[in-house]
């Protein structure tokens, strides 16, 4: 085993993504790279497999901090958790100031809030990096979203954008922030991804049980999408998937998989967070909890026994897939918006500067909600950083405009013909309720004054008032302050 300090960065933990990444890195000019895993088996096997790739494998942790040359800078890819606690903790106690231990798993960037603290009086940079691109990403070039100081990205900038993915000539990566700004938007890069999937299996189930149409036949429809303004990773490889035959039975895979679809815990994440910053992200948690739904096998059974009758199924119109086409590009801006929304609320509680139209351009390679669109929510974002919403942008209030009849079908076809539309439905109603000149808000306020005098603000004047419902119902000025 090698001792010298030979390497200008190392990886700890070869799973698939650390073995992936670390193999990404050693192919790229002027790298060697210094590898360890905790069960020496995986090393060994990476090294064997791999001598092209000139790694110096580890024994040790001592060994392998050894074999870095200084700044050390190691990249830790173990299970998030306890995994990346022990791993930071054996590191950190043999690093000096001015080393760097990046933190590449998903952490829940209030852990990686917290190691950063931890290790910030040691002189030792910690830094929490989203990566996003699954093994193939990690090989051939994912989306990365560094958080950390600026410090430690001057020295850590090159090699990643050595090893991110290129989109349109740039590499899909940015100093996103401090801290946990990474994997915070790591994070809402995911919740997005669940409503993107959702919303693509929604379009996919309408096709199918309204439009009539075999799944070769929507692989089609998928296959032009991805010609136009709907182009991503994730129609693409929708496509594929519908194309697939089973080998054993004949049948399209798509119906031979079991429908429940199981999760690894960002969407959750990102909903939670959003609930706590009080942001709406409802195509998000529409499209987590569609898959809690597809999971409960008992109660699905239980509804299927007792109900006696299903709405007939519309017949498809001859713009059915147009229609549905439109429905899912509109209902696409809602849950990026959204998105969009949790990443500025976050920045403002924690005190990032992150540019949002940088987050949309390392989005446009590497990762799984890469797509064509993404372009347009960088120009968006670069035109105007202050706008509100995306749905004010220019180009999206055109787009969302010109496809929401078609919307509108889309959703009252689902409904009528007992087709669950959450991902669309929850997009057309978050977007109605942005646009309605008048929301119930004003009867939910007059209620919790009812019950629990919480009181009001009035629409013609200034001040907080309340309502003596349990007696003369006169108005009282309560103050100047919303409560
Ligand atoms: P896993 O998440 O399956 O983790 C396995 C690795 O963690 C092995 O190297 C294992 O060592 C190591 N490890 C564990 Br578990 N506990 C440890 C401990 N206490 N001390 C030292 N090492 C420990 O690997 P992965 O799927 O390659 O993912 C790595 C990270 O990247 C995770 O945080 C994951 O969430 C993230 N990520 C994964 C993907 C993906 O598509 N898979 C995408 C993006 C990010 P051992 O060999 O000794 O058991």
Redesign the pocket.
């Known amino acids: 085993m090698n001792t010298r300090a030979t390497a200008n960065i190392g990886v700890?933990?070869?799973?698939?993504?650390?073995?992936?990444l670390a193999r990404n890195l050693a192919s790229r000019e002027g790298n060697t790279v210094a590898v360890y895993?905790?069960?020496r088996?995986?090393t060994d096997e990476l090294v064997s497999r791999h001598p092209e790739a000139g790694l110096v494998a580890a024994a040790s942790i001592d060994d392998f901090v050894a074999s870095l040359a200084r700044p050390r800078t190691a990249i830790?890819?173990?299970?998030?958790?306890?995994?990346?606690?022990?791993?930071v903790d054996?590191l950190a106690e043999r690093f000096e100031p001015g080393d760097i231990i990046v933190?590449?798993?998903?952490?829940d960037f209030q852990d990686t809030i917290a190691r950063e603290k931890r290790l910030a009086p040691t002189g030792v940079h910690f830094v929490g990096v989203?990566?996003?691109?699954?093994?193939e990403?990690?090989l051939n070039g994912?989306s990365i979203m560094p958080g950390g100081s600026a410090e430690s990205y001057r020295t850590l900038g090159p090699v990643l954008a050595s090893i991110a993915a290129v989109a349109e000539g740039e590499p899909c990566v940015t100093h996103v922030g401090t801290d946990g700004a990474g994997h915070f938007v790591?994070m809402i890069h995911n919740g997005i991804e669940y409503a993107d999937m959702q919303l693509i299996g929604e379009a996919y189930d309408l096709l199918r049980t309204v439009g009539g149409l075999r799944p070769h036949a929507i692989a089609d429809v998928f296959a032009e999408w991805n010609k136009g303004p709907l182009e991503s990773y994730l129609i693409e490889i929708t496509a594929e998937i519908l194309r697939q035959a089973d080998p054993a039975t004949g049948q399209p895979f798509v119906d031979v998989v079991l429908d429940q679809a199981g999760s690894?815990g960002t969407g959750v994440w990102t909903v939670q967070n959003a609930l706590d910053l009080g942001v709406p992200v409802g195509g998000i948690a529409e499209a987590v909890f569609a898959r809690s739904v597809s999971g409960r096998s008992a109660q699905r059974a239980a509804v299927r026994r007792v109900i006696t009758s299903r709405p007939e199924v519309r017949k498809a119109d001859d713009t059915f897939v147009q229609d549905v086409a439109a429905a899912l590009y509109a209902s696409k801006v809602v849950a990026y918006a959204q998105g969009f929304d949790a990443i500025v609320a976050g920045a403002e509680k924690y005190g990032w500067d992150l540019r949002k139209d940088r987050i949309a351009r390392i989005w446009r390679g590497g990762c799984i909600i890469r797509a064509r669109f993404l372009n347009r929510i960088a120009e968006a974002y670069t035109e105007n950083p202050h706008i509100t919403t995306l749905l004010e942008a220019p180009y999206f209030a055109w787009a969302v405009a010109e496809g929401e009849a078609a919307w509108r079908r889309v959703v009252a076809t689902a409904a009528l013909s007992g087709v669950p539309a959450p991902g669309f439905g929850a997009a057309l109603s978050y977007y109605d309720s942005l646009a309605a000149e008048r929301l119930p808000a004003a009867l939910i306020q007059g209620q919790r004054d009812f019950f629990g005098a919480h009181t009001y603000r009035r629409v013609d004047r200034q001040g907080v008032f309340h309502t003596e419902w349990s007696g003369s119902r006169t108005e009282i000025t309560m103050g100047t302050a919303a409560h």
């Open positions: 700890v933990g070869l799973a698939v993504m650390g073995s992936n895993n905790r069960t088996e995986r830790v890819m173990v299970r998030a958790g306890a995994g990346t606690d022990a791993v054996q933190d590449g798993g998903n952490a989203g990566i996003s691109g699954g093994e990403g990690a994912p790591k690894k």
